[in-house]
C-alpha cells in the first residue's frame, strides 16, 4: 500500500480509539485504553488495508476499463470471501485472546453471530468505498487517455495533410495547368502525355503518403516524370541529368543492393528541384543543367 494510505489507517485508528474509550469504555485506566488502540488498530488495518490489497490486486489484473462486467462479479465475490474471513478473525482475537470475554468453543458456536453480522456489513461498506473509488479512478484515467489518444490522431492527421501538402509546391500545379492550356491547342499529343505524368506524379504521392520508406527506384522513377513536366514547362532552357550508380551500398539485408532494393524516405528527392528555382536563376534566358547524382 502507499505511504499515503497507511497514514490515513493510522488517524483512523486513532480517532476511533478515543471514540470508543471515551464513549463507550466505563473503566478508563491505562490498560484499557492500551487495549482499545490495539484492538482498533486491528481492525482498521486487517479490515483497511486487507481491503486495499484486493482492491489493488484486481485494478491490475481486471481492470474496470478492460474487463468491467468479469471485473464486477469477481470483486462481489472476492470482498463477500475476505471480509466474511478477515472480520472472523478480528472478532476472535478480540473477544477470545485480548479480552478473553470467550472460549473458541463460544465463539463458534454462534453466540457472537449478531457481532460478527454487524461487523461484517460495516467492511462491505469499506470495500463497496474502495471498489467505487478505484472505478471512478479508472474511469477518469480512461477517460483522459481517450482524449489524449484523439489529440494525437488528430495532430497526426493534421501532420499527414501538412505533409501532403508540402509534399509538391502548390505553385507547380498551377504553372502545369498554364502549361496544359496551352498545348491544348499548340500540341495535342503533347498535352496527353503532360496530363498522363501529372497523372502519375500525384498517384505516387497519394499511394506513398502513408509509407514511411520506398525504393530509391521508385522515387528516382518519379523524380525523373517530375522533371519532365518542368522540362516541357521550360522547353529548352533547363535540362536535368541523373547519374544513378547501378549498384549502390545500403541495406545489409539485400544481396544484390540494387535501386531497387535500397529504401529512401517517400518524396525526398523530387521537391529539391522545384526548390532549386527559388533561388531566382532565369531559365529563359540562361540554360541550366541540375544534375542528381545517387550513389
Same mark, same amino acid.
Given at each position: 500500500?502507499?505511504?499515503?494510505?497507511?497514514?490515513?489507517l493510522c488517524w483512523?485508528s486513532v480517532?476511533?480509539s478515543m471514540?470508543f474509550?471515551?464513549?463507550?469504555t466505563n473503566?478508563?485506566?491505562v490498560?484499557n485504553?492500551?487495549?482499545?488502540?490495539?484492538?482498533? @488498530?486491528m481492525?482498521?488495518?486487517?479490515?483497511?488495508?486487507?481491503?486495499g490489497?484486493?482492491?489493488?490486486?484486481?485494478?491490475?489484473?481486471?481492470?474496470? !476499463?478492460?474487463?468491467?462486467?468479469?471485473r464486477a462479479i469477481?470483486?462481489?465475490?472476492s470482498?463477500?470471501?475476505?471480509n466474511t474471513?478477515?472480520?472472523y478473525?478480528?472478532?476472535?482475537?478480540?473477544?477470545?485472546i485480548?479480552?478473553?470475554a470467550?472460549?473458541?468453543?463460544e465463539?463458534?458456536?454462534?453466540?457472537?453471530? @449478531? %457481532?460478527n453480522?454487524?461487523?461484517?456489513?460495516?467492511a462491505l461498506l469499506?470495500?463497496?468505498?474502495?471498489?467505487?473509488k478505484? &472505478?471512478?479512478?479508472?474511469?477518469?484515467?480512461?477517460s483522459?487517455?481517450?482524449?489524449v489518444?484523439?489529440?494525437?490522431?488528430? $495532430?497526426?492527421?493534421?501532420?499527414? &495533410?501538412? !505533409?501532403?501538402k508540402?509534399q509538391l509546391?502548390?505553385? &507547380?500545379?498551377f504553372?502545369?495547368l498554364? %502549361?496544359?492550356?496551352?498545348?491544348?491547342?499548340e500540341n495535342?499529343?503533347q498535352a496527353? $502525355?503532360?496530363t498522363?505524368?501529372?497523372?502519375?506524379?500525384?498517384?505516387?504521392v497519394?499511394?506513398? $503518403?502513408d509509407?514511411?520508406?520506398?525504393?530509391?527506384?521508385d522515387?528516382?522513377?518519379f523524380?525523373?516524370t517530375?522533371?519532365?513536366?518542368?522540362?516541357?514547362r521550360?522547353?529548352?532552357? %533547363?535540362?536535368?541529368? &541523373?547519374?544513378v $550508380?547501378?549498384?549502390?551500398t545500403?541495406?545489409?539485408?539485400?544481396?544484390?543492393?540494387?535501386?531497387c532494393?535500397?529504401?529512401t524516405?517517400?518524396s525526398?528527392i !523530387?521537391?529539391?528541384?522545384?526548390?532549386l528555382?527559388?533561388?531566382?536563376?532565369s531559365?529563359?534566358?540562361?540554360?541550366s543543367?541540375?544534375?542528381?547524382t545517387?550513389?
Amino acid at each position: 500500500m502507499k505511504r499515503k494510505n497507511l497514514i490515513t489507517l493510522c488517524w483512523i485508528s486513532v480517532a476511533t480509539s478515543m471514540i470508543f474509550f471515551f464513549g463507550f469504555t466505563n473503566d478508563k485506566t491505562v490498560e484499557n485504553f492500551i487495549l482499545t488502540v490495539a484492538v482498533c @488498530f486491528m481492525y482498521s488495518f486487517i479490515l483497511g488495508a486487507g481491503n486495499g490489497l484486493i482492491n489493488d490486486y484486481l485494478n491490475k489484473k481486471f481492470p474496470w !476499463s478492460e474487463a468491467t462486467t468479469k471485473r464486477a462479479i469477481i470483486s462481489i465475490i472476492s470482498i463477500l470471501v475476505a471480509n466474511t474471513i478477515m472480520v472472523y478473525f478480528c472478532n476472535y482475537i478480540n473477544f477470545v485472546i485480548f479480552q478473553k470475554a470467550a472460549t473458541p468453543e463460544e465463539y463458534f458456536s454462534g453466540k457472537y453471530g @449478531f %457481532v460478527n453480522w454487524f461487523t461484517i456489513n460495516i467492511a462491505l461498506l469499506i470495500s463497496a468505498f474502495l471498489h467505487a473509488k478505484g &472505478f471512478m479512478e479508472e474511469l477518469k484515467k480512461t477517460s483522459k487517455k481517450e482524449v489524449v489518444e484523439q489529440k494525437l490522431i488528430a $495532430k497526426s492527421a493534421n501532420a499527414q &495533410f501538412e !505533409s501532403l501538402k508540402n509534399q509538391l509546391d502548390p505553385h &507547380f500545379l498551377f504553372n502545369s495547368l498554364n %502549361v496544359l492550356s496551352s498545348l491544348i491547342d499548340e500540341n495535342p499529343k503533347q498535352a496527353q $502525355k503532360f496530363t498522363a505524368s501529372m497523372s502519375k506524379i500525384y498517384r505516387y504521392v497519394l499511394e506513398q $503518403k502513408d509509407k514511411e520508406l520506398v525504393t530509391v527506384e521508385d522515387e528516382l522513377e518519379f523524380a525523373k516524370t517530375y522533371c519532365d513536366l518542368l522540362k516541357t514547362r521550360f522547353e529548352d532552357s %533547363v535540362d536535368f541529368v &541523373f547519374d544513378v $550508380k547501378k549498384m549502390i551500398t545500403g541495406d545489409l539485408s539485400c544481396r544484390c543492393h540494387c535501386s531497387c532494393c535500397w529504401r529512401t524516405a517517400s518524396s525526398i528527392i !523530387s521537391p529539391l528541384h522545384p526548390n532549386l528555382w527559388s533561388l531566382k536563376f532565369s531559365p529563359k534566358t540562361i540554360r541550366s543543367v541540375l544534375k542528381t547524382t545517387c550513389r
